[in-house]
């Protein structure tokens, strides 16, 4: 009588049941990358693995490796040469991985991405005393699921509590979802700190602008970034009365606290990230424009201009528009709006900043306008919160939402519904830094549920980013995630009250009888959590489709992006020499040898005109509580006026805020690479942590894809 297999050993010595369909699995994509699709075929070689193992391990429990070896033989032995190479290329490449990952001290329960392996390493598992990790990934998430979900014993009974710790456990395990970053970090941790986002109040004084920069210093220290606006402050040369002498200006005390900011490191972690915004109405607004452009200056600030109606309205009119002191609230002088504006965006082109914001957009949506107005956002400008207001977000996987082509529509449903209980409940889990941050989270109880993955999902869709149709899909799965979690937000109400400050919110003047939270969604760009579910951060486009990675030195791996890579293998032009072809050039576009549908599909943000960055973040605004982090990435030869034009259109087009990053534009940070000796190929400018090696893209391991990206 014949023992069947019932278990395999893994690489680390752990059992696990034997499943013939893994064995499958790995023969079909090996037969699919030489364009070979014969079902009978693939169930007979499968059979023939089995029965093999089945006679050579008899009562025994083979290992991995064993598996794979028969896999091999049965392949060649069926005279299948072609797919028995793809095989051990591919087996080839993930013991490379496996050695790369190993580096890091990680080990991997999760099958991730080297680069995934080594952010984790650096920023989330826990380690003991010495350094040394002392956590898996699959512990990681654990840790957070169990911490979350023990708030609800309180509102559903230990039992439905550990329930929900499952349930949010297997989401964030599959990928669908995940927190951001400080939930990874700090949860079930003597810190304790869970949220991302906060605005700080400073106060037109020395002591309330100290008090500022020990707050901020506080809330870095626990892995959150801080938004600020200095337009409270009275401007240079102004008088102060307690001492007779003249004020020094917001510019001034942000250098302060942009000093502050470098000697901190965020619980150790990450150096802190910061938001700085004042009002176009400031005197001092043409020294806060070019703040950035002297050098090195507030190299821990991205700043943005608070602009309100008025003064784009004078834009167009080519009109002037009045600077109010803030102690005095009167007029001090005019300015022409048409020259304030074209010095914004001017150093915008030049290096980035500032973004611009517009403020009275932003407050005509706040849902609490009884408890003030709001006057920052956090660092990336996708959450505009009041002062002393914290705000938790968590994105959803769109990539992990697709069934075939389609999307899941039931399975995206129950995601939203889980994350959206999962996001509350991060607000009752978590250690504030302050008690007046404390009352004003679980006062409004905002979080901001957000995407990540959206390139991935337009292709698996056979959407070009750059089409209407991308656009109509934004919109139409936006909308779903906002009405599905209106819904689930609701029904917690139901369980467990409204947030305190629901009278006189903006929900209650919609008819809404109850609502848990006060704002639901928010797109961020989700730099290292994506990075960690291996896809494209937030609604950005691809970045590369082919590069090689430094893990350490002497260790390089080609990356490709996972699904041109099958793209490839099925049309038959996966050759290592074009790879590096397409490394060279940053783009498919103008390779002939790729079929024209798959360069129209496969776009980058190198390929990408800028006007449609600016309309796929007004569809995802279109239908977002919050705001929508977006890089509307420039070519190197982009001229001023367009910018002027994209920074227009998204006011036009209903968005909160607009940032833009003209490749190579900062100092330091132009690096370039050609399409090849000779070609002619215009140069291309990259992100700093890119660079030109051997003849192929090269990137660091910190890189996460983006292009001007938070560490959120």
Request: proline letters at 4%; aromatic letters at 8%; charged letters at 25%.
């Amino acid at each position: 009588m014949t023992v069947q297999l019932k278990q395999i050993r893994k690489r680390d010595g752990s059992l696990e049941r034997f499943d013939p369909g893994k064995i499958s699995t790995a023969m079909e994509k090996a037969m699919r990358s030489v364009r070979l699709e014969d079902p009978s075929l693939l169930k007979r070689l499968t059979e023939r693995v089995v029965a093999s193992l089945t006679e050579r391990y008899p009562g025994e429990v083979p290992g991995v490796e064993a598996v794979q070896d028969i896999v091999e033989e049965v392949l060649i032995g069926e005279g299948l040469a072609e797919v028995a190479r793809a095989y051990i290329l591919y087996r080839q490449r993930r013991t490379e991985i496996r050695q790369a990952k190993g580096i890091f001290g990680v080990q991997d329960d999760l099958k991730l991405s080297v680069n995934a392996v080594k952010v984790l390493e650096k920023r989330y598992l826990r380690k003991d005393e010495l350094g040394r990790i002392v956590e898996t990934p699959r512990g990681m998430l654990r840790r957070v699921a169990k911490t979350v979900a023990s708030v609800e014993a309180d509102y559903v009974g230990e039992r439905e509590a550990q329930e929900l710790q499952e349930d949010f456990y297997g989401m964030m395990l599959r990928l669908e979802f995940l927190p951001n970053s400080p939930t990874l970090m700090n949860a079930g941790t003597d810190l304790g700190q869970l949220a991302a986002c906060f605005v700080i109040p400073v106060e037109d004084s020395m002591v309330g602008i100290f008090d500022a920069v020990k707050t901020m210093a506080l809330v870095h220290q626990s892995g959150g970034g801080t938004g600020f606006s200095f337009s409270r402050l009275r401007p240079r040369n102004d008088v102060v009365k307690s001492t007779g002498g003249i004020a020094s200006g917001p510019i001034s005390f942000m250098q302060v606290f942009d000093g502050a900011t470098e000697v901190i490191r965020q619980g150790g972690r990450r150096r802190g990230a910061n938001m700085g915004i004042l009002r176009v109405d400031h005197p001092d607004i043409l020294e806060f424009v070019t703040a950035k452009a002297r050098g090195d200056s507030l190299k821990n600030f991205n700043i943005s201009v608070a602009a309100t109606d008025p003064f784009i309205e004078a834009v167009r009119r080519g009109s002037t528009y009045d600077l109010i002191n803030p102690r005095t609230g009167r007029a001090v002088r005019q300015l022409r709006a048409r020259d304030v504006f074209d010095l914004i965006t001017q150093t915008a082109w030049m290096g980035g900043d500032p973004g611009m914001i517009f403020i009275d957009r932003i407050n005509r949506e706040n849902p609490t306008p009884r408890l003030g107005s709001i006057e920052s956002t956090n660092p990336c400008g996708e959450q505009p919160l009041l002062p002393y207001e914290a705000c938790n977000l968590g994105s959803i996987n769109l990539s992990s939402m697709m069934r075939g082509a389609e999307v899941d529509w039931d399975r995206l449903g129950k995601t939203v519904a889980l994350a959206v209980r999962f996001l509350d409940d991060v607000i009752d889990a978590n250690e504030y830094p302050l008690p007046e941050i404390e009352a004003m989270a679980k006062g409004n109880r905002k979080i901001g549920l957000g995407v990540m993955g959206l390139a991935e999902m337009l292709i698996r869709s056979g959407i070009p980013y750059d089409s209407p149709e991308a656009l109509s899909m934004a919109e139409g799965i936006m909308a779903f995630i906002r009405d599905k979690a209106r819904e689930e937000s609701v029904r917690l109400a139901d369980l467990k009250g409204s947030f305190p400050n629901f009278s006189g919110s903006i929900w209650e003047k919609k008819g809404f009888k109850c609502i848990r939270n006060a704002t639901l969604t928010t797109v961020a760009p989700t730099g290292t959590i994506s990075l960690i579910a291996g896809v494209s951060s937030g609604i950005e486009p691809l970045f590369a489709l082919c590069y090689v990675r430094n893990v350490m030195e002497g260790t390089r791996l080609l990356e490709k992006n996972p699904l041109f890579e099958s793209r490839a293998h099925e049309e038959g032009f996966d050759s290592d020499e074009l790879m590096a072809e397409i490394a060279r050039r940053g783009s498919v576009r103008e390779i002939q040898e790729i079929p024209e549908s798959t360069r129209r599909l496969f776009v980058t943000a190198f390929d990408i005109d800028p006007k449609w960055h600016v309309r796929m973040q007004a569809a995802f605004q279109k239908f977002t509580d919050n705001a929508v982090s977006k890089t509307v990435n420039l070519p190197e030869n982009v001229s001023l006026n367009d910018v002027r034009e994209i920074y227009l259109l998204a006011y036009d087009l209903g968005c909160k805020g607009i940032t833009v990053y003209r490749y190579g534009s900062q100092a330091g940070q132009v690096l370039t690479f050609s399409g090849g000796a000779g070609s002619g190929a215009d140069r291309v400018a990259l992100h700093p942590d890119l660079a030109w090696s051997a003849g192929v893209l090269e990137v660091s391991p910190e890189w996460t894809g983006d292009c001007k990206t938070c560490a959120y």
